[in-house]
Structures are given as C-alpha cells and as structure tokens.
C-alpha cells in the first residue's frame, strides 16, 4: 500500500474512470429508488482512516489502536474500535462501518452508500488543519465534490441528485480549533481572537460549509456539538499543573467555553435551515459531562486517564505497540490521552438515538 497520495483528490478520480468505462458497475442502476448514504465531514472523532493516506504526524493505522475492531484491525480510527458514525450507519442499515473516501480500494456499494471526508487532527478553522498537515474543512468539501462527480459518472445526474437529496450529513469538528489553535503553545488565534470571537469565526467557518451542502442537495444535516474538551486527558496535562493521576480534574473553564460555542452553533443551525432542509444540533457535551460526573454508574473507573501508555499525554504516534495498555479498555473513558475508547463512543451513541430516529423519519 502506498505510504501517502497528493492530498488533491484529482487522482482518485482519475483512478475511478478507468473503473467505470470497464463497464463493472451493475446492481445499483437497476433499481431505481435511491438508496439511504452518509456522508461525514471533521475530525478524528469521525475519521475512519483518511489520513492513513496523509502526510501527517496525525495517524492511528498501527496497534494498539483498534485492537477491539472487527480482526483487530487499526484502521486508523483513533479509538480502540468503532466510532458514533459507525454505530450510527448499522443502527440505521446503511452499512457495516463508514469508510474513508480516501481509500482507493473501495467498491461501488461502498461509495453509493457514503463515505468520511474526515481528517484527524482538522477544524473548522483552517488554520488547525494546515497546522497539521491534514484536510481542512474546505478540502474535505472539494473531495466531496469529487465524489459527486465520480458518482455522476457511475449512475447519472438524476439518480446521483436523488441520492444525496435522500442522504444524511454529519458534521463533527471544533475541539481542535481550541486545544490546539487557540488554548495551545502553538496557539496563534488566542492573540488575535477572544473566546466568543473565535467562536464567532468557526461558526462563520460552519456556516459555510452547511451552505455548500446545501447548494449541493443536502437536506438532512447532523452537527454534533463539542463534548467538555476541559476534560481531556492531555489537556488536563497541558493545561493545568495537574500532573498526578489523583487529584486530576476538568479544567471548568475551557469546558464552559465548549458550552459557549455550542450555544452558538445551535442557534447559527436555525437561522440556516432552509425551506425543505433540516439541520439537527446534537448535544454530546451534557452526555459526556453525565459520564465524567458518575463514571461508576456508567461502569468506568478511570476518566482523566487514558489506556494507552501513562494515559496523560500519549497520542497518534506516542501511543503504539510498544505502549503499556491497560487490562480492560472498556473501564477507560479515554483510550489515548484524548479520544474517547469504543464503549464511550457507544454510550454517546445510545444517547444519540432519539435524535437518530428523527433525521430518519423525516425527509
Ligand atoms: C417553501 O416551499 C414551499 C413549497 O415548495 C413554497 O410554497 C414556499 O414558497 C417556499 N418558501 C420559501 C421561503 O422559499
Ligand atoms: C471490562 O469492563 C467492562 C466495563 O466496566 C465490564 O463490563 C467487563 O466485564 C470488563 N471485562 C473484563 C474481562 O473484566
């Protein structure tokens, strides 16, 4: 497998042409009614492995990193399996698990079915992404165009439109834009915005994009909101002097700065809502504060530590097979010093499903 692609998205189609004046595509064209797709745009919370075909410091295709998924498998999901997206697609019977558009290997099926433009490591503003190497939001928008096109080519304009007229769209992104580009060493915006400024900047940033999707046919869009970043691992690290495992907590201001921001994306996914499109917000931070705040009711016995290595700072790369794991990672909130472990991303999961069941009743 090759080590990285142009991040340009121009080379998987050219790969696609020669796919389709095969004449392979079959199935699909003969039924009519379009079938239900995903579509994810983001972070590593929804990134199921596209910066596997990055240059970036920002990967998790190695162990101990899926070490729960189907065979074991590091997919490059940064978690010890699945993620909410993938949950999400076999509780609504689109498809097993949401794979990365960056994959060149994937089937027809997989593709009319959706895909995640998500990059590890990205933000809504596009300076996170670029510091990092990875997708921002903007490229994950033209991959997605791209896409269109490919799919255009594979089924027609008609049933290419109907498909992602009918399909969902989910967006998650943001954490990083504050714990690396604002609160961070490296973080330039904090001297030229303040908090609700900033806040103000990404949802402009949202905005954006919502409206792309819109103008390409996207009538049922999901944004999921922040959980408390104050609580991650590794920013409790950083950001505090809370070194010792005991004695570690939330730090209460980033968290409420969190709270800000969903505030105002929740009320920008009003404004916006178009005659015939919805937009759904999702609430995962007061889930994610119910977790923190009891962890024993939910079955967990560490919060502010992550299963991999010391669990206080290790990430990507730092956390690898050479890492000291812990026992059972389902009693870990964390598996790495910031995402979340397979049974958290569960737990938000069945948290999720009355919204869930909304998008997928209305059309
Ligand atoms: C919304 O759609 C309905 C029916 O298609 C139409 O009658 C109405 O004028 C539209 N409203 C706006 C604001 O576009
Ligand atoms: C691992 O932890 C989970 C959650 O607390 C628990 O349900 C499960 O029984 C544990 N597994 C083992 C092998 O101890």
Same mark, same amino acid.
């Given at each position: ?11 998987? +189609? ?8 095969? &004449?392979?595509?079959? &199935? ?29 410091? +920002? ?13 074991? @498998? ?16 076999? !509780? ?8 990365? !558009? ?7 099926? *997989? ?66 834009? +504050? ?18 400024? !900033? ?23 999901? @944004? ?13 690290? #950083? ?8 004695? =570690? ?10 709270? &800000? ?15 015939? /499109? ?6 995962? !931070? ?10 024993? *009711? ?6 502010? /530590? ?5 669990? #206080? ?10 890492? =000291? ?5 389902? *009693?870990?909130?964390? +598996? ?6 397979? =049974? ?20």
């Amino acid at each position: 497998m090759p080590t990285h692609y142009p991040i340009y998205c121009l080379h998987f +189609f050219i790969l696609f042409i020669s796919v389709s004046s095969s &004449g392979t595509q079959t &199935g699909y064209s003969t039924s009519s009614a379009a079938k239900l797709a995903m579509f994810v745009f983001g972070d590593s919370t929804v990134d199921p492995g596209n910066n596997n075909y990055l240059q970036t410091p +920002f990967k998790s295709n190695f162990p101990p990193y899926g070490q729960d998924f189907v065979n074991h @498998i590091p997919t490059g999901r940064f978690s010890n399996g699945r993620l909410v997206t993938d949950f999400a697609a076999s !509780y609504a019977g689109v498809k097993e698990n949401v794979p990365p !558009y960056l994959d060149p290997g994937l089937s027809t099926d *997989e593709l009319l079915t959706g895909v995640s433009f998500a990059s590890a490591g990205s933000g809504l503003d596009p300076l996170t992404a670029k510091l990092s190497g990875v997708m921002s939001i903007p490229k994950q928008m033209e991959c997605f165009r791209e896409y269109k096109s490919k799919v255009e080519e594979m089924i027609g304009t008609e049933r290419t439109q109907a498909l992602l007229k009918k399909a969902v769209y989910i967006i998650s992104a943001g954490t990083n834009d +504050f714990i690396v580009n604002y609160y961070g060493a490296s973080g330039i915006r904090r001297y030229s915005y303040s908090i609700p400024s !900033y806040s103000q900047f990404l949802t402009q940033q949202l905005q954006e994009l919502i409206e792309d999707l819109m103008d390409v046919g996207a009538r049922r869009i999901v @944004i999921v909101g922040v959980p408390p970043f104050g609580c991650l691992p590794a920013v409790i690290t #950083l950001y505090s002097n809370q070194i010792l495992h005991h004695k =570690r907590e939330c730090i209460a201001t980033m968290s409420s700065d969190a709270q &800000g921001f969903n505030q105002m994306v929740k009320q920008k996914a009003k404004e916006l809502e178009r005659n015939g /499109s919805k937009i759904y917000h999702v609430d995962i !931070y007061e889930t994610f504060k119910d977790i923190i705040q009891d962890p024993k *009711e939910f079955g967990f016995n560490k919060v502010y /530590s992550g299963c991999c290595g010391t669990g #206080l700072i290790e990430l990507s790369y730092s956390c690898n097979a050479q890492s =000291r794991l812990c026992s059972n990672a389902s *009693e870990f909130v964390f +598996f790495d010093s910031v995402h979340p472990t397979e =049974r958290t991303y569960f737990l938000v999961f069945k948290a999720l499903i009355p919204t869930i069941d909304l998008v997928l009743k209305s059309d």
